[in-house]
């Protein structure tokens, strides 16, 4: 039995700009946060001849091409791994769609775990690179490169994606009061609105890879904010860090109608009158969670449960994508 977990993420400055078609172009960097929900895969030899696969569907195999879950495919037949003897399932903190990397740290849970199961060892810059393999080039997904390498490395990780598709990842320069306090006053709360990341990516993608003025002058200003988050943190003003919130989401709306919706709207201007400081929503958007930033957590506790938003709670995590049990 083997059994690894991946960490899912939150975006703290600087998302949208680890797409390939836009820092290929002009590099981009971001804060990224892993948290302590997860993804986690299990692992087991059987005595049947094919492969169990249990996921939201159940699927037997005895044939590599004919996997429908289009990630697990690629994984096992990228690491040629035979249908044989083995059950596989998956399980979730989060449920797909809610703008938090599931994706990414799926596919980086899956690898670890037949990795473990081949008893090779793996570095998380290669974890992160063989996940975006996967998903970029095999699979032709529109996303970027930042819920791989998070959820490889974990922590508060600040992350460079160079035009020749080398990723410098690095860990934040940020005092242990103010990571208490960043801990302690972000909240998340489920829009109970989820969605396809890929379909709101292509939006972005399709134009960066046209070189839209709008759009590429949108992540430009998006990257310095980026940096401008980053420097706030590790001089601890969070307030700065929270105003910088309000930017970025006011920035990303512009990049696709599809960002928002009038519901998410009203429950970001009620986040704002009851005690945020700062907010916006969290990963490609179209739906997921919003993350506001607060030192008044209790009456925006209250207006959010009024309003019918679930909050989840969370801590930062550390550790990256791990195996937690192998026997």
Not at 72 to 84: C, H, M, T
Not at 288 to 311: C, I, K, P, Q
Request: glycine residues 10%; hydrophobic residues 40%.
């Amino acid at each position: 039995m083997i059994i690894t977990r991946s960490p899912l993420r939150i975006t703290l400055g600087g998302g949208g700009t680890d797409l390939p078609s836009y820092y290929t172009n002009h590099g981009g960097f971001l804060v990224s946060a892993a948290i302590d929900k997860y993804v986690y895969i299990t692992l087991h030899k059987t005595f049947v001849d094919y492969l169990i696969l249990k996921y939201s569907e159940m699927e037997k195999v005895n044939d590599l091409s004919g996997i429908r879950h289009p990630i697990i495919r690629e994984v096992f037949k990228y690491l040629d791994i035979g249908p044989s003897y083995l059950e596989m399932t998956s399980m979730a903190d989060i449920p797909a769609g809610t703008g938090l990397g599931s994706s990414g740290s799926f596919t980086t849970a899956l690898l670890k775990a037949l990795y473990a199961y081949k008893k090779d060892l793996l570095h998380p810059q290669d974890l992160a690179e063989q996940a975006c393999h996967i998903e970029i080039d095999r699979l032709a997904c529109p996303v970027g490169k930042q819920d791989q390498y998070i959820a490889a490395y974990g922590g508060i990780t600040c992350f460079n994606f160079h035009q020749n598709h080398q990723v410098e990842a690095w860990p934040l320069q940020i005092s242990q009061e103010t990571l208490f306090n960043l801990e302690d006053n972000l909240l998340l709360f489920f829009t109970g609105y989820s969605r396809s990341a890929g379909d709101i990516l292509k939006e972005q993608d399709v134009k960066s890879q046209k070189s839209d003025k709008d759009m590429v002058e949108n992540l430009h200003f998006v990257k310095e904010l980026g940096l401008k988050s980053k420097a706030a943190l590790e001089s601890g003003d969070l307030h700065e860090f929270a105003d910088l919130m309000n930017v970025h989401w006011d920035y990303k709306k512009k990049r696709s109608a599809n960002m928002s919706n009038n519901p998410i709207n009203e429950w970001y201007e009620l986040g704002r009158a009851n005690g945020a400081m700062g907010g916006k929503l969290v990963g490609a958007g179209g739906g997921g969670f919003l993350m506001f930033y607060s030192e008044d957590n209790t009456s925006l506790r209250h207006a959010m449960r009024r309003a019918g938003l679930v909050e989840v709670r969370f801590r930062f995590d550390f550790e990256g994508t791990k195996v937690v049990a192998q026997a």
